[in-house]
């Protein structure tokens, strides 16, 4: 729920200034074509609309800048301590976890950390708001397509209308498409539910065939397109950004274009321009008793859009001609200026990792640093909402949705002041959807060599668990240099570490090395002859 959450925020927040802009160039391209085909124009309105619902998740996947002075890779299963900077001298008895963020870390914060929580909070039930809505009007226009069907009946035409039934579909290349009328329908209309359906109203009147024609060709310009599916994808998916008025801008110039797409289909398939306009406006005369018809539902009406007087210029008009340097040129700038918009959502649009109310840090507290073989792939800092004895914790958790190698949040310190003696580090730890698995972990080294080890994964934390303590000790032999430790996380999840105490121990406290032991040495020479 708390992933959920975060992606609705920042998505929320990144589309609220990338889609004007996204707009604006889809806009520009659009005027610069001019009266060019509605196919044409379409087509850049649909990749505007897959831009305005990509782009604002571009700020997510960019990986967050690390500081390069910690290790980038582990032998075995922790991360080696040569080339770190290790304190002279260290008495740690017990760690907690500030929010102050190191000196010699320098991070791009792009979390929305800066905005008050009560505007987080806000932005995530709006929008959440805004999605429910989407989804009851996308519902409710299912049903009321439904409800159409049912009361749809066939059709019979006269010869004359079924002769220009069956021309109109050899035209536009179709055959299986059911004509069907309905008294609750209030002009032609095209959907597909299950088979593509052409639904004309009962009071339907034409004084000629032409007419008639007319009304095939565009519904079935309609089915050929595939329209009426593409117009569900964008109810779908546009629940995302139902909120912005530039979606809406956008749905608005995706259905002026589509019809206009349409009437040229039709014009063509009528092999007359201004045949097929003055049909539509004899239709509307005879239709339009209303300023506006109401769309069926999902169906696709010949009236769709409210742009008859702009789709009777586009056919009326003459085709613009365009020189190749003005079609290539405005091609450039709308394409460059999408590019920028991409650009400035990766470089600048808030992170889904570091999506997190101001009661989380994005880097790692004070003290402590990320390593392991794939530090990138996992996010630390501190949390003050979970809290174990009065204390926030330390969070590890990975970012991306499947990940092979691991991260870990350590320390490095001198070995001089625990040499001859026992230590252990003790910490309580939570889990949640640990999918592989996690522990505290120490290493004891001797210059490169590692003397002393213990990570858990013989007792490893999986899934998810509340509040434990758990306990890593180990002896430090003589000549030892340094000592390393932490919390690790393989594979996916989210781990919090609690209330950490190192300390040194007495004799009575066991060991839980899991170096493994010398192999045994046989007594005598074994197959000497080579006959076994």
């Given at each position: 729920?708390?992933?959920?959450?975060?992606?609705?925020?920042?998505?929320?927040?990144?589309?609220?200034?990338?889609?004007?802009?996204?707009?604006?160039?889809?806009?520009?391209?659009?005027?610069?074509?001019?009266?060019?085909?509605?196919?044409?124009?379409?087509?850049?309105?649909?990749?505007?609309?897959?831009?305005?619902?990509?782009?604002?998740?571009?700020?997510?996947?960019?990986?967050?800048?690390?500081?390069?002075?910690?290790?980038?890779?582990?032998?075995?299963?922790?991360?080696?301590?040569?080339?770190?900077?290790?304190?002279?001298?260290?008495?740690?008895?017990?760690?907690?976890?500030?929010?102050?963020?190191?000196?010699?870390?320098?991070?791009?914060?792009?979390?929305?950390?800066?905005?008050?929580?009560?505007?987080?909070?806000?932005?995530?039930?709006?929008?959440?708001?805004?999605?429910?809505?989407?989804?009851?009007?996308l519902g409710r226009g299912?049903?009321?397509?439904?409800?159409?069907?049912?009361?749809?009946?066939?059709?019979?035409?006269?010869?004359?209308?079924?002769?220009?039934?069956?021309?109109?579909?050899?035209?536009?290349?179709?055959?299986?498409?059911?004509?069907?009328?309905?008294?609750?329908?209030?002009?032609?209309?095209?959907?597909?539910?299950?088979?593509?359906?052409?639904?004309?109203?009962?009071?339907?009147?034409?004084?000629?065939?032409?007419?008639?024609?007319?009304?095939?060709?565009?519904?079935?310009?309609?089915?050929?397109?595939?329209?009426?599916?593409?117009?569900?994808?964008?109810?779908?998916?546009?629940?995302?950004?139902?909120?912005?008025?530039?979606?809406?801008?956008?749905?608005?110039?995706?259905?002026?274009?589509?019809?206009?797409?349409?009437?040229?289909?039709?014009?063509?398939?009528?092999?007359?321009?201004?045949?097929?306009?003055?049909?539509?406006?004899?239709?509307?005369?005879?239709?339009?008793?209303?300023?506006?018809?109401?769309?069926?539902?999902?169906?696709?009406?010949?009236?769709?859009?409210?742009?008859?007087?702009?789709?009777i210029m586009n056919l009326?008009?003459?085709?613009?001609?365009?020189?190749?340097?003005?079609?290539?040129?405005?091609?450039?700038?709308?394409?460059?200026?999408?590019?920028?918009?991409?650009?400035?959502?990766?470089?600048?649009?808030?992170?889904?990792?570091?999506?997190?109310?101001?009661?989380?840090?994005?880097?790692?507290?004070?003290?402590?640093?990320?390593?392991?073989?794939?530090?990138?792939?996992?996010?630390?800092?501190?949390?003050?909402?979970?809290?174990?004895?009065?204390?926030?914790?330390?969070?590890?958790?990975?970012?991306?949705?499947?990940?092979?190698?691991?991260?870990?949040?350590?320390?490095?310190?001198?070995?001089?002041?625990?040499?001859?003696?026992?230590?252990?580090?003790?910490?309580w730890v939570k889990s949640?959807?640990?999918?592989?698995?996690?522990?505290?972990?120490?290493?004891?080294?001797?210059?490169?060599?590692?003397?002393?080890?213990?990570?858990?994964?013989?007792?490893?934390?999986?899934?998810?668990?509340?509040?434990?303590?758990?306990?890593?000790?180990?002896?430090?032999?003589?000549?030892?240099?340094?000592?390393?430790?932490?919390?690790?996380?393989?594979?996916?999840?989210?781990?919090?570490?609690?209330?950490?105490?190192?300390?040194?121990?007495?004799?009575?406290?066991?060991?839980?090395?899991?170096?493994?032991?010398?192999?045994?040495?046989?007594?005598?020479?074994?197959?000497?002859?080579?006959?076994?």
């Amino acid at each position: 729920m708390q992933t959920i959450s975060r992606f609705a925020i920042a998505y929320a927040l990144n589309s609220f200034w990338l889609l004007p802009l996204l707009f604006l160039g889809a806009e520009i391209i659009a005027r610069v074509l001019g009266r060019t085909r509605g196919g044409i124009l379409c087509c850049v309105w649909w990749v505007a609309l897959i831009l305005a619902l990509v782009v604002p998740t571009l700020g997510f996947v960019s990986l967050p800048f690390r500081s390069l002075n910690a290790p980038s890779s582990m032998r075995s299963v922790v991360p080696q301590t040569h080339g770190v900077a290790i304190p002279d001298k260290r008495e740690p008895l017990h760690f907690g976890f500030s929010q102050q963020r190191p000196e010699t870390t320098k991070q791009i914060d792009r979390s929305p950390s800066w905005i008050p929580g009560i505007v987080l909070t806000c932005t995530f039930y709006f929008y959440l708001g805004s999605i429910l809505i989407a989804l009851a009007r996308l519902g409710r226009g299912l049903w009321e397509t439904h409800v159409l069907m049912r009361s749809a009946r066939d059709l019979r035409l006269t010869d004359e209308l079924l002769s220009s039934w069956e021309s109109c579909k050899r035209s536009l290349g179709l055959s299986d498409v059911r004509l069907l009328s309905s008294a609750a329908l209030s002009s032609p209309a095209a959907l597909h539910w299950p088979k593509p359906t052409v639904l004309l109203p009962s009071k339907l009147r034409a004084s000629d065939s032409t007419e008639m024609t007319a009304v095939f060709c565009h519904e079935l310009a309609h089915v050929r397109r595939k329209d009426f599916a593409w117009n569900l994808a964008i109810e779908f998916f546009g629940v995302l950004l139902f909120y912005h008025p530039a979606f809406h801008w956008m749905r608005r110039r995706i259905q002026e274009t589509r019809e206009l797409a349409c009437d040229d289909m039709a014009a063509d398939a009528m092999r007359g321009r201004h045949e097929y306009a003055r049909n539509l406006l004899s239709l509307t005369q005879k239709m339009l008793s209303d300023a506006v018809i109401p769309q069926p539902g999902c169906a696709l009406g010949i009236f769709e859009g409210e742009v008859l007087e702009r789709r009777i210029m586009n056919l009326l008009e003459k085709r613009s001609q365009y020189p190749l340097l003005r079609f290539v040129s405005s091609s450039i700038a709308g394409i460059c200026l999408i590019i920028l918009t991409c650009i400035a959502s990766t470089n600048l649009g808030l992170r889904l990792v570091n999506a997190q109310t101001t009661s989380q840090t994005s880097h790692a507290p004070t003290g402590w640093f990320m390593a392991g073989s794939k530090p990138a792939n996992y996010d630390t800092g501190v949390d003050k909402t979970t809290l174990n004895n009065d204390q926030p914790s330390a969070f590890l958790r990975s970012t991306v949705p499947n990940t092979e190698g691991f991260g870990t949040l350590m320390q490095s310190i001198n070995a001089t002041e625990y040499v001859g003696k026992r230590v252990r580090l003790r910490a309580w730890v939570k889990s949640q959807d640990v999918a592989d698995w996690a522990g505290v972990w120490m290493r004891v080294d001797k210059d490169t060599a590692m003397v002393a080890f213990d990570n858990m994964q013989n007792r490893a934390i999986k899934g998810t668990q509340s509040w434990s303590m758990h306990d890593v000790v180990l002896n430090v032999p003589q000549g030892s240099t340094g000592i390393s430790f932490g919390i690790l996380l393989a594979g996916t999840g989210e781990v919090w570490m609690n209330d950490v105490t190192f300390e040194v121990v007495g004799d009575s406290v066991p060991v839980t090395s899991i170096t493994p032991p010398s192999p045994k040495v046989p007594d005598h020479p074994a197959n000497l002859k080579f006959t076994e």
